[in-house]
């Protein structure tokens, strides 16, 4: 299915995520997500950090708005936490949380940028979990009872919705790994994890507005592409492209789990698990695809080379090695923008679905301060670079018939990197976490995007561009 969208401008934005930045973690009745617990556990984040201070945007929303605004972004995507709204992930409901985000929505309203609301970036409120978490089927349901809440409030405003961001890492980084929240390496539980989080997002879905109304409801997947490093590693990147891309795909496009991922994840052939008409609901439950892309996903046949964290993150697959290429960022992932332009023309043929580029961006050191036209700044021309290549990227994607309608980067602050606390900078702001009041200084990066997106021609309405 080809595109005829080349000769749209491409929404421009940055994205963000509660946790990572809102602080606060203690205010206004929010509730324990399973972040909170995790981070504090001896041996989980890098240096002991956590996010209770964060960036502090929960107080400082009119400085970020105008960070967003003086870039230039069209859209400003961020997420919702769940247990701001909900302390105990279901029934009463805190509308001091709620008021943050109107507050935030209004803010970009005013400032001229398109809001678009994740529901859930991983930040799972704490009671849930006790409960059993996302490998429960009730947890979808507590969901489908956030996502009304939520919608009630900002509906009218917010017109561009993601009920999940990156349910692999939520699945599989949280319930195999035990990388992130909540810790748990349970490899069976990651796979009901996942089908659980994928009927979370049709029932939401379902129950929200949709394009009838002016909205559009999609879920971001940080789909990969799998690049075996060798013939004989062939068969073992089929199964990991099981679990990393089409378990989320398959019953999106098929309403299917096909047999060769029921061969890795054999609890999604449990009738007890993936019931009568879960499948028939995920089929089909998306008005758009939001695509994070970092790196491709290189596996090589063995087991015995250096550790890669994600290497327990694919329950059912042995003798695995993750090769990393150079170059490298500073969190150590490949920098490869190739992957971005086939994984988009690859997702456009597989899905026909309007496609976002939810996040792109990378993490480097940011040793180098200089005095510029702006003042003193980081230079950050190695990111300058990242971004280049990958903007590129996608203008080879669309040329190639991929309905790419937005490319958002991740992020727009230094943050609360997950398990690496503080330690990996992806912002397009420097953060100084030093003074009292978080001075926030703007990259090199930043002032290179705001000049590239200066162009008078691309500006139009993102919700029009972005609404399927």
């Known amino acids: 299915m080809a595109s ?68 230039g972004a069209d859209c400003y995507r961020f997420s919702i936490a769940w247990p701001r709204v909900l302390p105990e992930g279901r029934g009463r409901v805190e509308q001091r949380g709620l008021d943050y985000y109107d507050r935030l929505v209004d803010a970009l309203a005013a400032a001229g940028v398109e809001p678009a609301a994740t529901l859930y970036h991983w930040d799972l409120p704490q009671p849930l979990e006790d409960a059993g978490g996302w490998p429960e089927r009730a947890t979808a349901e507590a969901f489908v009872e956030y996502a009304g809440v939520v919608h009630a409030r900002l509906g009218d405003r917010v017109r561009l919705w993601a009920t999940h961001n990156e349910p692999w890492c939520a699945a599989y980084l949280g319930y195999a790994a035990g990388v992130h929240a909540p810790g748990r390496r349970e490899g069976g539980a990651a796979h009901k994890a996942a089908h659980h989080l994928m009927l979370g997002h049709a029932w939401a879905r379902e129950a929200l507005p949709g394009r009838d109304a002016g909205q559009a409801v999609g879920i971001v997947l940080n789909l990969a592409p799998i690049w075996p490093e060798d013939d004989a590693s062939r068969e073992l990147a089929d199964r990991i492209d099981a679990t990393r891309n089409r378990v989320w795909l398959d019953p999106l496009v098929d309403g299917a789990y096909d047999d060769r991922l029921l061969a890795v994840a054999p609890e999604l052939a449990d009738t007890s698990v993936v019931r009568d008409g879960d499948l028939a609901s995920i089929h ?185």
Request: with cysteine; proline share 6%.
């Open 284 to 468: 089909g439950s998306a008005d758009w695809l939001g695509i994070n892309y970092y790196t491709p996903v290189r596996p090589r046949l063995g087991g015995d080379g250096p550790p890669h964290p994600e290497q327990g993150a694919y329950p059912g697959v042995e003798g695995l090695d993750l090769v990393v290429r150079e170059p490298r960022t500073d969190i150590g992932w490949e920098v490869e923008a190739r992957g971005l332009e086939e994984l988009l023309v690859d997702t456009h043929r597989r899905t026909g679905l309007p496609l976002l580029i939810t996040e792109n961006g990378a993490a480097y050191a940011d040793e180098r301060v200089v005095d510029g036209p702006h003042g003193r700044m980081v230079d950050d021309q190695d990111r300058i670079d990242y971004l280049r290549d990958h903007l590129v990227a996608v203008d080879r994607a669309r040329a190639a018939g991929a309905d790419v309608r937005g490319y958002l980067v991740w992020t727009l602050l230094d943050n609360f990197e997950w398990a690496e606390g503080y330690a990996k900078k992806f912002g397009l702001v420097h953060v100084d976490r030093s003074s009292p009041d978080l001075t926030r200084t703007p990259k090199a990066s930043y002032h290179w995007l705001r000049e590239q997106w200066a162009a008078p021609a691309r500006q139009a309405g993102a919700a029009h561009l972005l609404i399927p």
């Open 4 to 71: 005829d969208n080349t000769d749209q401008p491409l929404v421009l934005g940055v994205a963000t995520a509660s946790y990572q930045i809102e602080g606060a973690v203690d205010e206004d009745g929010r509730g324990t997500s399973v972040w909170d617990t995790f981070t504090a556990l001896p041996g989980h984040v890098r240096n002991g950090d956590d996010g209770s201070l964060a960036c502090d945007s929960y107080h400082r929303v009119d400085d970020d708005v105008r960070l967003v605004r003086e870039l």
